[in-house]
């Protein structure tokens, strides 16, 4: 809500100075609350989920501060699993899933694509209030019996348990819809909106990363929508299809819930490849390498993706069989994964890097989910995970991937922060933050790494001796890591009060969101923009009189 | 300019260049959406076929508490629903809204006939205590009030279940039969559960589908359709459709097993 409030207030004294802009259009929050511009609805997206992630991280806080010294007993152990569920469910629903999809996605696809909005606007709001919604629920859950699960609701126990699963349950049912909706939106939008001289392989690689996305939201997630509907009936009427003491399967449960949660981890990467892309060549100012190749990598990622889900499922009780099949289709998602990885540094070859804000924050991402992917593969080996299965092993490698992903959107909120709120954030202050956001990620999560392979069991409460180095350790990366992303609020909101105006292409971008001003007019573009290669930066040129870049087709 | 252009035209909104592409981001995005549908009760069918998998005497013993004809009219009725409603989505297409009025009307009374069948069934089911999950009568009291052979028994009275069934049919089965019988009638309520999840949930869709006909109905009143504006009828026809193939399937799964 802070954003409303900062534009509309913000905006009001230089409102003669100004040229209209989506911002300034229209005033009251019932401009906001009842728009139908995709940009708007972001930037609603953005305000929900800010508030999601500061709470997720003060319970993540309270988790690595009651393991500095568990003898202290900050925490009962009751409260310390509703912490690390409610971090968990928080994160992963309210802001990872939700957050380059819907943020950015809905900001940036129309305009990449020279278009007035998405295809279906109504349905586009329709979907932030189911999201609002479920919000509230969450929130609501924290102070009705809390949930002390694990994010993962694992049956029998989420069928029985005194926590409130029920109310959790129906809040991811509602959010489930609408990211099936979202991605529904930017598939049809991708697909049948593309301007004039847009081929499928003339589009920002953005625009792939989005579509694939959305191919994941809708295999996936009406499944886990089938799934917690079950649980839910489990817990009223104790069906007995997931409680064994009903006669139901518990494994079934798990089968279902990965089916659809493990896609949801390249619901949570695909975008934050898609972002990476864009980032890469922009501030190197070199066409992307290997742009078929990427462009098919993610697809090919969504369609692995729905088939990998046994990995979760190795010490469940499966057959032998299943498992070797499931860890050498795991090995297989590598593959696209890291021809990206190799695209991108390619791209870096010989281009003209800028350590901007960024570009740092891809750079960490680099290597924060090089490592995360690399010790994915650990994992999918039958062997070692047994050995590594539910330890802190685990933890910090999908943190590894997952904070890389939050550290992609972070660069992207950077990225087209001028172009979403017409002002620049302090290039200084960005650095330093991406600086600490990368050092305090590292040192929290490098040190689980290790005590993961001794033998540290995740979720446990208390731990000997011999694991408090490493424990210590990781929680002051955590304070750091905290900072880091406390600087990063700091700065984008005071880029709106206090930052210099933006140029329309403060970046020498070649994609067309670049071509209309800062911020955009409410309708996108006067016109519709030709479009041509997304990435030839030779058309971008940079007048030294205006000390700005120029984009080919100015509005 | 298109977008001084769209202003005149209230049937194309003002972010579509022509009515061609919002036509066909429409169709697209409803294709998507039912690809969600069939996934969504794909989650069902799977959990259905796992148990039926695992134990099918349980659902050999089920199916005979259901009626395969009023199952079976049912079927028809909703094949029959299906016909029309292509014919209002024809008529729509021919901008010829009177036609449409009608084959709604139709549609309209096929999904309500539907639904009064279902009412019969439930309430059959209810009366016989044949509920999902705990719900489920496993005391037998309803036992008295019908004369069926052999209700359903739960592993809590295993002993009760042996005993009823002998008194059902003494002498026509073999040990063996006997003992996949009593397997069978074990975990009914799971049996019910399905049943009740999958109609249900299908169920809802054809109210869904009622109100949207009656939306339709009230738009075609106003002879809101023409040749170029059509979409409301065909998008919804694609949605009956599937909530008709969907029970297609549901009716030989659950009525007709042996």
């Known amino acids: 809500m802070e954003i409303n409030a900062d534009s509309s207030a913000g905006v009001a004294p230089t409102h003669q100075a100004e040229p209209l802009n989506y911002l300034n259009h229209k005033k009251g929050i019932a401009s906001w609350l009842f728009t139908v511009d995709h940009k708007r609805i972001g930037l609603m997206y953005l305000a929900l989920i800010g508030v999601a992630l500061f709470l997720g991280g003060v319970f993540a806080l309270a988790v690595r501060t009651h393991l500095l010294r568990p003898s202290d007993k900050m925490l009962t152990p009751e409260q310390y699993a509703q912490m690390f569920t409610l971090h968990g469910v928080i994160m992963i629903f309210l802001v990872i899933i939700p957050g380059i999809p819907a943020v950015l996605g809905n900001f940036v696809v129309p305009l990449m694509l020279g278009a007035k909005d998405v295809a279906f606007p109504k349905l586009n709001l329709f979907s932030w209030y189911l999201f609002a919604t479920g919000v509230v629920m969450a929130l609501v859950t924290l102070f009705t019996g809390g949930l ?14 005194f926590s409130n699963v029920s109310l959790v349950g129906t809040a991811a049912f509602i959010m489930g819809f609408s990211s099936i909706l979202t991605g529904l939106n930017m598939m049809v939008t991708i697909q049948t909106m593309r301007p004039k001289g847009m081929t499928i392989f003339r589009m920002p690689l953005f625009l792939w990363a989005a579509y694939a996305t959305g191919i994941i939201q809708i295999i996936g997630t009406p499944v886990l929508a089938i799934t917690l509907l079950l649980l ?29 949660s493990h896609p949801a981890v390249y619901i949570m990467v695909v975008p934050a490849f898609g972002v990476m892309s864009e980032l890469i060549t922009v501030h190197t100012r070199k066409t992307i390498f290997g742009y078929k190749a990427i462009a098919y990598s993610s697809v090919a990622i969504a369609i692995l993706s729905v088939i ?9 009780g499966q057959t032998m069989r299943t498992s070797v099949i499931f860890s050498i289709i795991t090995f297989a998602v590598a593959v696209p994964s890291a021809i990206k990885v190799f695209n991108w540094m390619a791209t870096l070859y010989k281009g003209s890097i800028a350590l901007t804000t960024p570009m740092l924050f891809a750079l960490s991402f680099l290597f924060t989910f090089g490592i995360g992917g690399l010790t994915g593969l650990f994992c999918g080996a039958l062997a070692i995970d047994v050995h590594v299965h539910d330890t802190y092993f685990v933890v910090a490698h999908f943190h590894y991937t997952m904070i890389g992903v939050v550290m992609v959107m972070l660069g992207g909120f950077y990225h087209w922060w001028p172009k979403i709120t017409g002002k620049m954030y302090h290039e200084r202050l960005g650095q330093l933050s991406a600086v600490l956001v990368f050092i305090g990620m590292q040192m929290t999560f490098l040190p689980q790494f290790i005590m993961g392979s001794l033998g540290m069991p995740r979720r446990y409460y208390w731990y000997p001796d011999e694991f408090s180095m490493h424990h210590h350790i990781s929680t002051g990366g955590s304070y750091i890591l905290a900072a880091g992303f406390a600087l990063v609020a700091f700065n984008l909101i005071w880029a709106i009060f206090n930052g210099k105006k933006a140029p329309a292409n403060p970046w020498g971008g070649a994609t067309m969101e670049w071509y209309t001003q800062s911020p955009p007019l409410p309708h996108n573009f006067d016109s519709a923009p030709e479009a041509g290669d997304p990435y030839d930066y030779t058309k971008v040129h940079w007048d030294n009189e205006k000390k700005e870049f120029i984009s080919p087709y100015v509005q | 300019m298109s977008d001084s252009h769209a202003h005149h035209d209230p049937h194309l909104a003002h972010h579509f260049d022509s009515h061609k592409q919002q036509f066909t981001a429409q169709k697209l995005g409803m294709w998507l959406f039912l690809a969600t549908e069939v996934l969504m009760f794909g989650g069902l069918f799977v959990a259905y076929s796992v148990f039926r998998y695992n ?6 013993e089920g199916h005979k508490h259901l009626n395969w004809i009023l199952g079976a009219t049912n079927t028809v009725i909703l094949l029959f629903s299906s016909f029309t ?7 729509a297409q021919l901008g010829n809204n009177k036609a449409v009025i009608r084959f709604l009307a139709v549609t309209f009374a096929c999904a309500l006939g539907f639904m009064c069948i279902k009412y019969v069934e439930y309430s059959e089911k209810i009366a016989h205590g044949h509920l999902l999950g705990n719900l489920y009568d496993f005391e037998h009291k309803s036992e008295g009030a019908e004369g069926e052979g052999h209700s359903a028994v739960t592993h809590e ?17 073999t040990q063996e039969e006997a003992a996949a019988r009593i397997e069978g009638e074990k975990n009914q309520h799971v049996f019910f559960s399905l049943y009740f999840m999958m109609t249900g949930l299908h169920g809802i869709h054809v109210l869904v589908g009622m109100a949207i006909m009656i939306w339709l109905f009230l738009r075609a009143r106003k002879n809101e359709f023409t040749p170029t504006h059509f979409a409301a009828v065909d998008l919804s026809g694609l949605y009956w459709h ?9 009716f030989p799964l659950f009525y007709l097993i042996s």
């Open chain 1, 308 to 316: 990998v889900w046994g990995h979760h499922l190795f010490v469940s």
């Open chain 1, 148 to 161: 002390d699960t694990g994010w993962t609701l694992y049956t029998p126990y989420s069928s029985t348990s």
């Open chain 1, 232 to 260: 839910l009936m489990e817990r009223f009427f104790r069906v007995g299809i997931f409680d064994p003491a009903m006669g139901g399967d518990a494994v079934l449960f798990q089968h279902f819930f990965w089916f659809y």
């Open chain 2, 157 to 173: 009275s295993t002993e009760d279940a042996s005993r009823k069934s002998t008194e059902s049919k003494p002498e026509a089965e």
């Open chain 2, 85 to 91: 409603m292509a014919m209002a989505v024809r008529c």
């Open chain 2, 242 to 250: 599937i909530v008709d193939i969907v029970w297609i399937f549901l």
């Open chain 2, 55 to 60: 134990h099918p005497q349980m659902f050999h």
